[in-house]
Antibody, heavy 118, light 110 residues
């Protein structure tokens, strides 16, 4: 069974940092591109970042460029999101999602909540 | 990277059909046949129901169908059922390995 499980969310002050993790199982992790997608409370989905299967290409939404870094460790079947200089508007549930179909995210985790507040 | 435009709400009675639109630009929806649709029930993660404009993943009922014309994509739900009540989001490839989502449409089954 394909599963992705996020962790690492929590309460952080503005300007602080947080590292999210996503552990994958049930599929050959290093064959798939992976993404982070977030959802602010009561709001819609927003694509955050994507990384190629071998980690050689990365893409980010403009609002997080220079602050967030997506990475992966294929030996550990793990995806990461390092978030620095956090702002109140980064408050959201962050989902890890597999890009298993052309430009579509076919498996999602249950998400981890990040709250940026003083 | 502007969000795609969806109507905030849509509704229909059981058994009826409802169509949700998703409008973008020639840089996203109009430029690629990579429109996806997701269904999200309250408190749950999104679920992929349509990819590449009109294809259904395994296990998704054929009551769900997708299409595209120029810069506007559409999701049609036929034979509405109570369990179809959910939020629906469109998404499109926007070049350079980026994605853009719509603002979401809340579907109510009357």
């Amino acid at each position: 069974e394909v599963q992705v499980v996020e962790s690492g969310g929590g309460l952080v002050q503005p300007g602080g940092s947080l590292r999210l993790s996503c552990v994958a199982s049930g599929f050959t992790f290093n064959n798939y591109w992976m993404s982070w997608v977030r959802q602010a409370p009561g709001k819609g989905l927003e694509w955050v970042a994507t990384i190629k299967d071998d980690g050689s290409q990365r893409a980010y939404v403009d609002s997080v460029k220079g602050r967030f870094t997506i990475s992966r460790d294929n030996a550990k079947n793990s995806l990461y999101l390092q978030m620095n200089s956090l702002r109140a508007e980064d408050t959201a549930v962050y989902y890890c999602a597999r890009a298993g179909l052309p430009m579509a995210r076919d498996y999602w985790g249950q998400g981890t909540l990040v709250t940026v507040s003083s | 990277q502007s969000a795609l435009t969806q109507p905030p709400s849509a509704s229909g009675s059981p058994g009826q059909s409802v169509t949700i639109s998703c409008t973008g630009t020639s840089s996203d929806v109009g430029g690629y046949n990579y429109v996806s649709w997701y269904q999200q029930h309250p408190g749950n993660a999104p679920k992929l129901i349509i990819y590449e404009v009109s294809k259904r993943p395994s296990g998704v009922p054929d009551r769900f169908s997708g299409s595209k014309s120029d810069n506007t994509a559409s999701l049609t739900v036929s034979g509405l059922q109570a369990e179809d009540e959910a939020d629906y989001y469109c998404s499109s490839y926007a070049g350079s390995n980026s994605l853009v989502f719509g603002g979401g449409t809340k579907l109510t089954v009357l």
